[in-house]
């Protein structure tokens, strides 16, 4: 099983701000890396992920972009929003697409 490690644990950013959120991993084994978030009371809920082909994809006001060298995973968030205040998480994948990992993460 992948293991990821987020940072940073918190962030605080002002309305129209970009946010960044860091995500690392161990290994390579693994075919999307998957942003979900999670407002209080509710389920994790997809957001937005990348194939470990790629090296970044977008959707609206969220890129993710992956440093296969570095193992890092980056969600950047361009004009934050109060709307956007959740927790996120970061997940591995090795054997489904998003459409089939939105409730699991690992």
Not at 28 to 39: S, T
Not at 50 to 58: D, G, L, P, Q
Request: negative net charge; hydrophobic residues 35%.
């Amino acid at each position: 099983q992948e293991q990821v490690k987020q940072s940073p644990q918190s962030l605080t950013v002002q309305e129209g701000e970009i946010s960044i959120l860091n995500c690392s991993y161990e290994k390579g084994a693994f075919d999307y890396l998957l942003w979900h978030w999670k407002y209080p009371g509710k389920g994790p809920a997809f957001l937005i992920a990348i194939r470990s082909v790629m090296n970044e994809m977008e959707d609206g006001s969220f890129t993710v972009s992956l440093n296969k060298s570095a193992k890092q995973l980056a969600l950047h968030i361009a004009t934050s929003q109060p709307g956007d205040s959740a927790t996120y998480i970061c997940a591995a994948s090795a054997g489904c697409s998003p459409a089939t990992c939105t409730q699991t993460c690992s």
